[in-house]
């Protein structure tokens, strides 16, 4: 028996369609593939491979899939964590402003490094960013030997450059970056939302996906109130609608958020066997309404809807910790609704399995089984905090944290071992990450210091902000909701 990677005595949790559980397990990987998971030998210590790992402590399972984040802005964490919701909104949108019109490079290529290698460290092996220059993500992520999906956000309402330019950077990328990296990285198409996109962007929007029909949709869907409204201002008469008009409501369509949908939006949902990306954290943190429903999470699971998990914009909530969306995913149902709305097991699964479904890669990716592409992590578990070792699905959701990660593979190439990255200069990213925000800070009236943050004022976030789609775009919302205020 050989192998290139042979994992023995772990437990080992599969993930596969019957959850199976192993108490002393072996994983053997050839090619950049499992192909073998059973219950150890008493000489599997010997098995002829290239790196025999001891899994004696040591918990096996898929890595994790961030099913919908945002990137560019990584350095700024810290930046917006004490700020109101408006302050928030305004700073950010002035930053990516400045971005869309190809500023802070710098700070942009800095944040993809730093988000790859706390990513990679803690076990995120796929993720799913949607961005404005998204090109040096998918060659950053793709040297550091991740797996990633990438795509230029589109918007004719967010921002003022012009929407030509938006699609012919966004097909250059397609054609550089698709199915580059061994296959790894993966291009996207990305309306940035339905509430900043008129129906004229979402028709140039099928006519790009006509032309790249193998390629997923990721926007934000159903997010706020203004979502529906906008619809309806684009002659739809709901944001599902205005996607099902133009083609686009389909089993290519990862919809991020997916707050205000109802049962009908559900239905129509799994219908079409569209997929959503959950990301809890951002909403717990920055939520623009109390009173707004929760996203139906188990109603879309029972629909049979494939549900990620995402984390989202991280430095807007301080955390790289995808474990802790499953937590939190159970923590917002739970005080919105009952306690009981998900069994531990389910959210392993939407951290893992459920989001390679959602991003059409739950047949290479998600799970330990033989066949499949071998992106394993480790998580040592004989540490206090997981003693006694009891539940592990829960342990998992409940308590796994980023630093319990040991071991990181992904197509069978091991980029982290024992904690020790071996796919990115650990010291050169940070280096850099510091040098980009001392150089933010230095060209902006931001103040980033360790006590905290000082955004510009107000004025002179009003002077930076985009101005012509932002003012149609709220225009529209208000000449919309006139209408359906007085409407009979």
């Known amino acids: 028996m050989t192998a290139d990677i042979a994992i023995h005595d772990a437990y080992v949790l ?73 302050e928030m909104m305004g700073g950010m949108t002035a930053i990516y402003g400045h971005i869309a019109e190809g500023e802070y490079e710098y700070l942009t290529e800095a944040g993809y490094e730093l988000a790859a290698l706390n990513f990679l460290a803690g076990g995120v092996t796929t993720s799913n960013s949607m961005d ?49 990296y061994d296959g ?12 900043s996109c008129t129906r004229e962007l979402w028709e140039r929007t099928a006519d790009l996906v006509a032309d790249y029909p193998d390629l997923h949709v990721h926007t934000h869907l159903l997010e706020l109130e203004a979502s529906n409204t906008m619809a309806r201002s684009n002659g739809a008469t709901d944001s599902l609608d205005m996607l099902d008009d133009v083609g686009l409501l389909n089993d290519q369509l990862v919809a991020a958020h997916f707050r205000l ?3 009908e939006d559900i239905q129509r949902t799994a219908d079409a066997e569209a997929s959503v990306a959950h990301c809890p954290s951002i909403f717990s943190y920055w939520n ?38 499953a937590r939190q995913a159970r923590l917002a149902a739970n005080l919105k609704r009952s306690a009981g709305q998900y069994h531990s097991m389910e959210l392993v699964r939407m951290l893992t399995i459920e989001g390679a479904k959602a991003l059409g890669v739950g047949d290479e990716i998600g799970s330990l089984e033989p066949g499949k592409r071998a992106d394993v992590i480790l998580l040592d578990v004989e540490k206090p905090k997981f003693t006694p070792l009891t539940n592990i699905p829960a342990q998992v959701a409940n308590n796994a944290a ?34 980009a925000v001392d150089r933010f800070e230095s060209e902006t009236d931001w103040e980033l210091g360790i006590g905290g943050s000082e955004p510009p004022n107000t004025m002179n976030v009003a002077r930076d902000l985009p101005k012509r789609g932002p003012v149609q775009l709220l ?14």
């Open 14 to 86: 599969t993930v596969d369609d019957r959850n199976r559980l192993y108490e002393r397990g072996t994983v053997l990987v050839e090619d950049g593939r499992i192909t073998e998971i059973r219950t150890s030998q008493d000489d599997d210590a010997g098995i002829a491979a290239d790196r025999v790992i001891d899994g004696e402590g040591k918990l096996v399972m898929p890595g994790l899939v961030n099913a919908h984040t945002h990137l560019e802005l990584t350095p700024l964490l810290g930046a917006f964590s004490d700020l109101d919701l408006l």
């Open 132 to 180: 404005v220059r998204p090109s040096a993500g998918a060659e950053t992520f793709g040297e550091a030997g991740l797996r990633g999906f990438f795509g230029v956000a589109l918007s004719d309402l967010f921002w003022d450059v012009p929407v030509d330019e938006q699609f012919a950077r966004a097909r250059d990328f397609i054609d550089e970056y698709h199915d580059s």
């Open 184 to 195: 790894r990285i993966q291009a996207t198409i990305c309306p940035h939302d339905d509430w």
């Open 261 to 263: 949908a109802d049962e």
């Open 288 to 325: 623009t309404d109390g009173d707004v429903q929760w996203t139906p999470v188990p109603e879309l699971r029972e629909a049979g809807v494939d549900v990620g998990l995402g984390i989202d914009d991280h430095y807007w909530h301080d955390s790289y910790n995808m474990f802790g969306e």
């Open 402 to 435: 980023p630093a319990d990660v040991e071991t990181v593979i992904v197509d069978g190439e091991v980029l982290m071992a024992e904690g020790a990255v071996k796919t990115v200069d650990t010291d050169a990213v940070r280096e850099r990450a510091k040098s």
């Open 475 to 488: 225009g529209r919302l208000a000449v919309q909701s006139a209408k359906d205020k007085f409407s009979f």
